[in-house]
Nanobody, 120 residues
Framework: QVQVVESGGGLVQPGGSLRLSCAASGSRFPINGYGWYRQAPGKEREWVARITSGGTTNYRDSVKGRFTISRDNAKNTVYLQMNSLKPEDTAVYYC??????????????WGQGTQVTVSS
């Protein structure tokens, strides 16, 4: 199985920064890409950002210009640099790993999430 572990969450004041990390291990196949999702209390989970194996990135409109997703292929790790944080960014952030299973199907593996709280 592919293990996905997020880290780097915490409590930050508005305008502050955090960098989230997500490490994948145990994959027998190349990782196609990574994604970040988040879920705030009482709200549905929403997509935040993605990065492909080739380095192409996409962002949710509300985080464009503030968040940056990047990856280190050698370490099978993806990062989410979050700047100019706002209270509405408060959520549990989840990492997804797009890979291939033993049946040669593309699947997404999820981490357990890391809490980000933006408050003064």
């Amino acid at each position: 199985q592919v293990q996905v572990v997020e880290s780097g969450g915490g409590l930050v004041q508005p305008g502050g920064s955090l960098r989230l990390s997500c490490a994948a291990s145990g994959s027998r196949f190349p990782i196609n890409g990574y994604g970040w999702y988040r879920q705030a209390p009482g709200k549905e989970r929403e997509w935040v950002a993605r990065i492909t194996s080739g380095g192409t990135t996409n962002y949710r409109d509300s985080v464009k210009g503030r968040f940056t997703i990047s990856r280190d292929n050698a370490k099978n790790t993806v990062y989410l640099q979050m700047n100019s944080l706002k209270p509405e960014d408060t959520a549990v952030y989840y990492c997804t790993v797009d890979s291939t299973n033993v049946y040669l199907r593309r699947v997404a593996y999820w981490g357990q999430g890391t809490q980000v709280t933006v408050s003064s």
